[in-house]
């Protein structure tokens, strides 16, 4: 399958700081890629779909200026977490869809982000 | 919104015995997914299904898209201590970018 490459796969910040989070598709092209964030033994929650050239669509309860996406080339999509909180410490995956595909996703190794 | 009810929550069975955890929804869906997540890492990509109806199978997986494409089963066979994870179901739409949606998942343990 397609490769997503996901950086830092662990981050450790403090309250008030930003960490932006990278997903890169290795191997392909990507127009569209999709952050989730997942809780301790509970299944993923799509955040939003980042599509390339265009702003982000973030589902019902996702704070856009919390959580920003830049999706600025074919094989690249971040997501920073703004002036973080304790509360904002999970797990977050992206995944990335082929373009012109049937439409599976490939998805990246996950990021760890602790906010202490 | 779009919600997806998988089965088994979590399944204890015994190394060579066969599995079967199913999806259903209320919605219809265009794509039906199967992944496996080993802890700390993201979902690897098992099974996809494309039609209603479709049967697939990936060594010892093997799945189905329902015929009202609003549900679907993954079956395991001769289970191994390796099959030990979590494996979700994933409806897609067709449309949104391919919005997908996943399912609680089945928390699977193997005993050698």
């Known amino acids: 399958g397609a490769v997503v490459s996901q950086h830092p796969s662990r981050v450790i910040c403090k309250s008030g700081t930003s960490v932006k989070i990278e997903c890169r598709s290795l191997?392909?092209?990507?127009?569209?890629m999709f952050w989730y964030r997942q809780f301790p033994k509970k299944s993923l929650m799509l955040m939003a779909t980042?599509?390339?050239?265009?702003?982000?669509?973030?589902e019902q309860g996702v704070e856009k200026d919390k959580f920003l996406i830049n999706h600025a080339s074919l094989t690249l999509s971040t997501l920073t977490v703004t002036s973080a909180h304790p509360e904002d410490s999970s797990f977050y995956i992206c995944s990335a869809r082929v373009i012109q595909s049937t439409g599976e996703a490939f998805f990246g190794q996950g990021t760890r982000l602790t906010v202490v | 919104g779009q919600q997806l009810n998988q089965s088994p929550q979590s399944m204890f069975i015994q190394e060579g015995e066969d599995v079967s955890m199913n999806c259903t929804s209320s919605s219809i869906f265009n794509t039906w997914l199967w992944y496996k997540q080993d802890p700390g890492e993201g979902p690897v990509l098992l099974i996809a299904?494309?039609?209603?109806?479709e049967l697939t199978s990936n060594g010892r997986l093997t799945a189905q898209f329902g015929i009202t494409r609003k549900d679907s089963f993954l079956n395991i066979s001769a289970s191994i201590p390796s099959d030990v994870g979590i494996y979700f179901c994933a409806g897609q739409l067709g449309t949104g970018g391919f919005k997908t949606i996943f399912g609680a998942g089945t928390r699977l343990f193997v005993k050698a």
């Open positions: 980042s599509n390339e050239g265009s702003k982000a669509t973030y």
């Open positions: 191997d392909f092209q990507a127009t569209t």
């Open positions: 299904l494309y039609k209603a109806g």
